[in-house]
């Protein structure tokens, strides 16, 4: 993934609303969700969620499929997941960071 990507990535999560949008659309698995959906779920005006939905598609992180005359969207899993690698990546110097600590009780 490249440093654009992921910044453009970052830069479209980094809005509330978009980053609960992304949620639910990962919530949603791969059958995805309509717009009417996710409006009833977040309680957003469709003006918003088209505008924000648009944000989050032309960032990678989510697809639209016609599905007759339902628009559905669904996460890109593939993008989210470069993205996580991009992120971590030579994470601590190639030493674990998540050793739970010891108790010598």
Same mark, same amino acid.
Request: include cysteine; hydrophobic fraction near 40%; proline fraction near 7%.
């Given at each position: 993934?490249?440093?654009?990507?992921?910044?453009?990535? &970052? %830069?479209?999560?980094?809005?509330?609303? *978009?980053?609960? +949008?992304? $949620?639910?659309?990962?919530v949603?698995?791969?059958?995805? #969700?309509?717009?009417?959906?996710?409006?009833?779920?977040?309680?957003?005006?469709?003006?918003?969620?088209?505008f924000?939905?648009?944000?989050?598609?032309?960032?990678? &992180? %989510?697809?639209?499929?016609?599905?007759? *005359?339902?628009? +559905?969207? $669904?996460?890109?899993?593939?993008?989210?997941?470069?993205? #996580?690698?991009?992120?971590?990546?030579?994470?601590?110097?190639?030493?674990?960071?998540?050793?739970p600590?010891?108790?010598?009780?």
């Amino acid at each position: 993934m490249e440093e654009t990507e992921v910044i453009r990535a &970052l %830069a479209a999560l980094a809005q509330p609303l *978009r980053l609960r +949008i992304f $949620r639910s659309l990962v919530v949603a698995g791969p059958s995805g #969700l309509t717009p009417g959906q996710l409006c009833e779920q977040l309680d957003v005006p469709a003006t918003s969620l088209s505008f924000h939905l648009k944000e989050l598609t032309t960032a990678g &992180l %989510a697809s639209q499929q016609r599905d007759g *005359r339902y628009l +559905i969207y $669904r996460a890109s899993y593939e993008q989210m997941n470069d993205l #996580l690698a991009y992120l971590t990546a030579h994470c601590c110097q190639g030493e674990p960071c998540a050793v739970p600590p010891t108790c010598d009780c």
